[in-house]
């Protein structure tokens, strides 16, 4: 076994897993404590986990996540923190549809599916006259005790009836998880319907209290943009905090897969690379940033409740393909920021974006449109090759909004297993993790697995986490007793 040399003179922080989270624990360990010996290490050969920049059509862009909440703070800050404030834009097109009943109809005010106004629902055509009636009957029914977790999916079902589940609800729900609303937890994914409910009894009045941009992808254009992106995309700020974390000593290891984590008497020890022959570090205290999976089986030693707990979350697979063809040869109209799609009506994609009315930064001549292939437990149609996931891609976009004109370019971003299932009792598992992890010195745990999979909250477990260690270490660092 190699190893890591002599013992250390500085407090040496690793930080495992160089996904966004990762990332902006090792830049919180940083600013905080600029003492400290920081180590980032990622087991691929990039940084930036699902914030990743591809080049389409001769362009930069991104292949993964490509755009972050604004009224969430952490993904700005850091964006300014690490030399981006000049970069960070919004929008230029937000209005976005639903492709259902054969056309492309305008979304309707909603409170991430559930309906602010029926009316509005129904004159879209997203909702029948007898969906649409079916939901009113909820003015009917007793107050609403959401105390309880439950699927979302389940609960607007019951309540509003199976048309706005599957022809609203689910298509944002999936659009955001790319899970099934039945299954996805009510007060883990949307605690902001949680609070509304409280307050009105019932989910019609509670959506209603939000008004029109109560949805991420509303009809009406808030004063304040609900989301930032980054001129040359978000994936530039996985890529500009590796820079600064190396700019203020820190070190980032690609290629390098920690396979084991084991306390020892002073801190931790981390063996990294291959298995036959790997390498061997010695730290004061330990970042786990990679998803449920592999943390857990590296976590079965030092934590082996919180392991049980993280093996018991799962991920959906899904894939982004991303077209560009000359702006001269569309012959369409390309309305608003794009649409999403509703499973019930058996298509292969799940949304679309129209990236480059999205955001100005692209040029005028070109058209590029990104969309999302794959539901969880839906891995079937991830099974085609990247030709025929391009092909099959080019058919809904053709039968959506009529698109059709040659391909200047094509690139297929397969992400498998990579967003977390938010399940019923999702909170309570957290709970359960974070109380396993309290008592063992020197180790937290940060990532899209816990708070939010949206870019400011998975931020903000990053920062947590960090913040975490720097209150467990000394200044001359050893751990407080």
């Known amino acids: 076994m190699a190893s890591s040399g002599p013992r250390r003179q500085r407090t040496h922080v690793v930080v495992v897993g160089g996904g966004i989270a990762g990332l902006a624990a090792a830049h919180t360990l940083l600013a905080a404590r600029p003492d400290l010996s920081v180590t980032v290490a990622e087991g691929s050969p990039t940084v930036g986990g699902k914030l990743r920049l591809g ?111 599957d022809r609203l609800v689910e298509p944002l729900l999936g659009g955001v998880y790319a899970g099934r609303a039945d299954e996805i937890s009510l007060h883990a994914a949307l605690p902001q319907v949680v609070i509304a409910v409280r307050r009105h009894g019932a989910l019609l009045p509670a959506a209603a209290s939000h008004g029109p941009a109560a949805s991420p992808a509303s009809t009406t254009p808030p004063a304040t943009p609900v989301f930032a992106g980054i001129e040359g995309g978000v994936g530039r700020l996985a890529v500009e905090t590796c820079a600064e974390i190396e700019r203020r000593g820190g070190v980032v290891r690609r290629d390098s897969m920690v396979r084991r984590l084991t306390r020892t008497e002073g801190g931790w020890r981390l063996a990294l690379g291959p298995t036959a022959r790997p390498e061997v570090i010695d730290c004061d205290a330990v970042v786990v940033a990679t998803p449920a999976a592999p943390a857990a089986r590296l976590l079965r030693e030092a934590a082996p409740a919180a392991a049980l707990e993280l093996a018991a979350i799962e991920y959906a697979s899904m894939a982004i393909v991303t077209v560009a063809m000359r702006a001269v040869d569309v012959r369409c109209d390309l309305d608003g920021s794009g649409f999403l799609v509703p499973p019930v009506d058996g298509h292969v994609i799940k949304a679309a974006t129209y990236t480059s009315r999205k955001w100005s930064w692209l040029p005028d001549d070109i058209v590029v449109v990104r969309c999302s292939v ?32 040659p391909l200047v370019d094509a690139q297929v971003t397969r992400w498998g297993g990579s967003l977390p299932q938010y399940a019923v009792g999702h909170l309570d598992r957290v709970r359960r993790v974070h109380d396993a992890v309290e008592d063992v010195p020197g180790l937290a745990l940060c990532g899209a697995a816990f708070d939010g999979v949206g870019i400011p909250a998975v931020i903000a477990t990053g920062v947590a986490a960090a913040t975490r260690v720097v209150d467990q270490l000394t200044p001359i660092g050893t751990m407080n007793p």
Not at 56 to 82: F, I, K, N, P
Not at 120 to 129: D, F, H, N, Q, V
């Open 374 to 405: 794959g539901r969880h437990r839906e891995e079937v149609e991830l099974q085609r090759d990247d030709s025929e996931m391009v092909e099959a891609v080019l058919a809904d976009l053709g039968k959506a909004v009529g698109l059709r004109a």
């Open 55 to 165: 080049e389409v059509a001769g362009h930069q862009l991104d292949v993964g996540a490509e755009s972050m909440l604004h009224r969430r703070t952490e993904a700005t800050y850091l964006a300014r923190a690490v030399g981006l404030s000049e970069a960070i834009v919004h929008p230029v097109a937000t209005t976005a549809g639903v492709w259902t009943r054969n056309a492309v109809r305008p979304l309707p005010p909603t409170l991430m599916g559930i309906p602010a106004d029926l009316d509005a629902a129904t004159a879209s055509g997203i909702l029948g006259r007898t969906g649409a009636a079916r939901a009113a009957l909820e003015s009917r029914m007793p107050p609403l005790d959401v105390t309880d977790d439950v699927g979302v999916g389940v609960l607007v079902a019951q309540r509003l009836g199976r048309e706005v589940r």
